[in-house]
């Protein structure tokens, strides 16, 4: 029927505030379900739930890993104002809650109306165009699926997928969907959590206690321009931060996460 | 009775999962209650309610404004898991929610263990002893007696507060308690939401949306050097990193939170 994958693997049944669901392996990398995948699912029973139309912010602790298969979200209105609503949602598989999300959500469709004041401390990645740059073919990472239904594109190989880390955890690189679906709101949750985390570059491995996104426009079509830094690693923790921009040069999303190092 | 002006502002009665507060106007920014304080009393209940000692996260989410007097913090566990819990805390007054805290706790006695791995992308701000540094008296900043309990020590004057914005939203300056409480993880939650807005330095006034704070290792004594920096304003929102180094030079805290433009 001609469904992107990514919108046939948040499809919720149910009018809320409880839907079903059903978590599919398409989107795992190496660690499982993947967060950002679990906690668009949140984001996307939200919306049904609250009267905007646009996430503003999600925030999502990772009580267990997920696993494929059903599950529901169930899903809370905190308060709906005039101009920002506010709800919760918790993911649930086997009597046993897997993540705990809150949001607000706005409407961002007066996004870019002229007179509102505006900054730009850092200007967006400076890339070479996605066809002069490195990436990866379908099927060439076994164990991460995700990279089958999201496409790559950084000036060069990463060091650690090379068994050579740079030393420097951070990275620019292009992100798309490989089906052609173009990017919106709904899929910033994951597109935040869905390249491998740059603290790979310095040799560490880690799992995602808690992951917030912050929404900061609608996205133009085309490829994402991104960038990720992990700036301090220490006493068996480190944060990501993530930046996505649209191909119009606009920020749309911006993320941190807390991650718990593996040993 | 000697108590120490944050920990009489933040005692909490009863034995839970509720428990009874009093909002002080001590703490009070200009903009009413402060968004730290009230974060920092959900975080003291959950400190309470959950069996590890630390915060590691806690995000909050701003459903409506605090106000002055009596209050509950509801608390629910969530996961209490070998090494990490997860709790629940909202804050209700006059029958309506005014904050939704989500928190990971730990136990971080183990911090500065040798062997883990680390890495620091970014230095401790370098800053003129605070003996050196501008600072403001108790009293001086009316409707903000938030700093005659916090106190501020920067380079030179803010611009915003010689009525001339210096156009570039980022700081770094010392700050602690005026009554010689010494800061600890319970703190940090209000200290990141404690130093006026960088981005009044572009002329912004704004209201927090949400607010999360990674908690990086226990503070030592003495004064905290911190580091604020707004990189992106537009749309009607903009973010705020903070950051909190402890005396020895160890980064303690990490926080950012989105702020909805006041018009």
């Known amino acids: 029927m001609g469904e992107f994958e990514f919108d046939a693997d948040t499809h919720l049944s149910g009018d809320g505030p409880v839907f079903g669901t059903d978590l599919s392996d398409r989107w795992d990398a190496m660690a499982g379900v993947n967060g950002g995948y679990m906690l668009a699912l949140c984001a996307q029973a939200l919306g049904q739930a609250l009267p905007f139309p646009d996430p503003l912010v999600v925030s999502g602790f990772y009580l267990r890993p997920g696993s494929h298969g059903p599950g529901e979200v169930r899903t809370e209105v905190l308060r709906a ?17 897997r993540v705990r999300a809150t949001a607000a959500f706005t409407d961002l469709s007066a996004n870019g109306a002229p ?13 070479p165009p996605p066809g002069e740059c490195f990436g990866l073919l379908p099927g060439s990472l076994p164990g991460a699926p995700i ?7 950084s000036t060069e190989e990463p060091g650690w997928l090379r068994g050579q880390p740079s030393g420097n955890p951070a990275g620019e690189f292009w992100m798309r969907f490989r089906d052609g679906r173009e990017p919106d709101l709904a899929a910033m949750p994951l597109f935040v959590d869905a390249a491998a985390p740059v603290a ?21 079509p085309g490829w994402l321009a991104c960038r990720a830094v992990t700036r301090y690693v220490a006493d068996g923790y480190h944060e990501e931060d993530f ?21």
Chains 1, 2 share one sequence.
Not at 115 to 127: D, F, H, I
Not at 147 to 153: K, P
Not at 207 to 212: G, R, V
């Open 147 to 153: 990279a089958d239904r999201i496409e790559y594109r």
């Open 200 to 220: 790979l570059e310095v040799g560490v491995l880690s799992t995602t206690i808690e992951l917030t996104v912050h929404l900061r426009a609608r996205p133009a």
């Open 115 to 127: 007179g509102q004041p505006r900054y730009t401390g850092v200007a967006a990645p400076a890339l």
């Open 81 to 97: 104002g005039m101009t920002t609503a506010f709800g919760q949602a918790s993911l649930w598989q086997g009597g046993k809650e």
């Open 243 to 263: 930046e996505i921009w649209d191909s119009a040069g606009t920020l749309v999303a911006q993320s941190r996460q807390l991650a718990l190092i593996l040993r």
